[in-house]
């Protein structure tokens, strides 16, 4: 029995056999549903099946995967199935491998059969190599948990993400595709930041209690506080777990939105682009993540510096606001501790710095590794990006990554600078401002390079290999309007010399006719 004869039956010319064979299939589908349902619950069945049409979806084009891939990290990242397969997968685990696998597949059934590299791209494979041999490395100091290798798979998987990108995006469709999905991830991950934040404290709980299934935190312990204390006011979480992340999530997302505000043509309705804005910058306050809020200034700072300065007058206006209006003032007041080193957790960060630059001290070149640390009077762990990189990878990984950064930050500056059209500006300016912003708020944080955070590596490569594709982009339509210009170019010296040599063909036949007609007005003459 064939699909095809399956399909001949259900588009079949004869209504009767197709009604027939379509009620078949529902009838089957009710009685799995049912089966599902009684077996392991209404939860778990809605799941399966949901899980299943999406799997089909992504298995036939690439573009349903990354679908799948950016709902996972704006609604529930930290997923997982409820069962083990010697470990437990978790739905950004799934997504990933079928993304891949489809990718691969492509390559070997020759579908796609060229593979574009990219000026960073040695560098980015030479960071990943180094991070693989980090982790051997610290295989000399202890033994890797299952947690841990996997958790170090998917950080690898979330750098090599980046090679997946550069080469499916080669059209500036498929790149405002991925910049719409991130968007929409975003407002979505916002607005329930936001509704977490506003609906009662036991609704919240309940929900995320719903969610301990599947692997989430529960209770009222999963719920936030500025310096842990119940008595101050709360952090928005949403689905994100922890505050500070979810304010280094939407500090990308949000900058990836602001310049689709002012451009001529956004990839949204402006309507619609004000309302997401509107709900990541409130969630982002919400979180009371002071580094996250740095990141959102500085990477408006640079979009309003290099292109659309109105930009500075929001921001200050919000700057204002943000100092003077009588709800701000506990934000306020939680920034100025922090800026005069008076708040509890600025103090732990401090600690936890001389602690860190110590044991970079002792292993200076490589690092220790993602195992832990082999001197039991230190630890790995660090609120900083960069220290934290070096206490794993060691000064040479730094290097590299921050090599990968200035190589990325170039290319970008050189696409701008070849004016692409609105949309294609648009969305390089938001990335470098994205990537820029949480740069500067990893100084103080550490979600991007933390094995307890994949979705955040995730998200931050989908920004690299976003932003390179769009600058090989740009060079790729600067390169084609040179050739076209330079075909009309020759098409109008080619033209002019056909004239030329039209006139002088005609000078010659003119010379001809009248050297022919001498005799003949000899003739006449006498």
């Not at 950004?92 to 696998?101: E, G, K, Q």
Request: aromatic share 12%.
């Amino acid at each position: 029995m064939s699909i095809a004869w399956i399909e001949s039956l259900f588009f079949s010319p004869d209504p009767r056999v197709a009604l027939a064979s379509r009620a078949v299939l529902l009838l089957a589908g009710a009685a799995v549903a049912a089966l599902l349902v009684a077996v392991a619950g209404p939860i778990y069945a809605v799941v399966f099946l949901v899980a299943l049409v999406g799997g089909l979806l992504m298995l036939r084009d690439l573009r349903w995967g990354l679908v799948a891939l950016f709902a996972v990290i704006g609604l529930l990242p930290f997923a997982a199935l409820p069962f083990k397969v010697g470990f437990t997968p978790t739905f950004l685990d799934l997504a990933l491998i079928a993304l891949f696998f489809v990718w691969i597949m492509r390559i070997a059934t020759r579908r796609q059969r060229d593979l574009i590299g990219s000026p960073i791209g040695a560098l980015v494979l030479g960071f990943v190599l180094l991070a693989i041999f980090a982790f051997a490395n610290g295989l000399r100091y202890g033994r890797p948990s299952m947690t841990t290798i996997r958790n170090f798979a998917e950080l690898a998987l979330a750098v090599t993400f980046f090679f997946l990108l550069v080469n499916h995006l080669r059209t500036e469709a498929d790149i405002d595709l991925v910049a719409r999905l991130i968007m929409g991830a975003g407002a979505a991950a916002a607005a329930i930041a936001v509704l977490f934040y506003v609906i009662p404290q036991a609704w919240t709980v309940r929900v995320l209690d719903g969610l301990a299934r599947f692997n989430y935190p529960g209770g009222y312990g999963a719920l936030r506080f500025i310096e842990d204390n119940v008595d101050n006011p709360m952090r928005a979480i949403g689905t994100m777990v922890d505050p500070n992340v979810l304010g280094g999530f939407l500090v990308l997302v949000a900058l990836l939105t602001v310049p689709q505000f002012v451009s001529p043509q956004p990839l949204f309705r402006r309507h619609w682009v004000a309302i997401f804005l509107g709900l990541e910058v409130l969630a982002l306050y919400l979180t009371y993540s002071r580094s996250s809020l740095l990141g959102l200034l500085v990477g408006i700072l640079v979009i309003g510096l290099l292109r659309y300065r109105r930009l500075l007058v929001y921001g200050a206006v919000g700057v204002v606001l943000l100092l003077f209006l009588p709800p701000a003032q506990t934000y306020v007041t939680h920034l100025v501790e922090g800026l005069m080193l008076q708040d509890q957790a600025t103090l732990m960060r401090l600690g936890e710095y001389k602690d860190a630059l110590a044991l970079i001290s002792r292993y200076p070149w490589f690092g220790v590794g993602f195992g832990g640390s082999p001197d039991a009077d230190l630890y790995v762990g660090v609120s900083s990006l960069y220290l934290l990189m070096a206490e794993i990878m060691g000064v040479v990984g730094v290097a590299t990554f921050l090599g990968v950064m200035v190589g990325f930050f170039v290319n970008l500056w050189r696409a701008w600078r070849l004016r692409p059209g609105p949309r294609l500006e648009a969305v390089l300016m938001g990335v470098g401002a994205a990537v820029a912003g949480v740069l500067v708020s990893g100084v103080l944080d550490h979600y991007l390079f933390n094995l307890v955070y994949p979705h955040m590596a995730v998200l931050f490569w989908t920004f690299i290999g976003l932003g390179m594709a769009a600058a090989l982009l740009a060079n790729q339509q600067m390169a084609n309007g040179k050739w076209q210009m330079a075909n009309s170019k020759w098409q109008i010296a080619n033209g002019k010399w056909q004239m030329a040599n039209g006139s002088l063909r005609f000078a010659v036949c003119s010379l001809r006719f009248a050297v022919c007609s001498l005799p003949f007005a000899s003739e006449a003459a006498t």
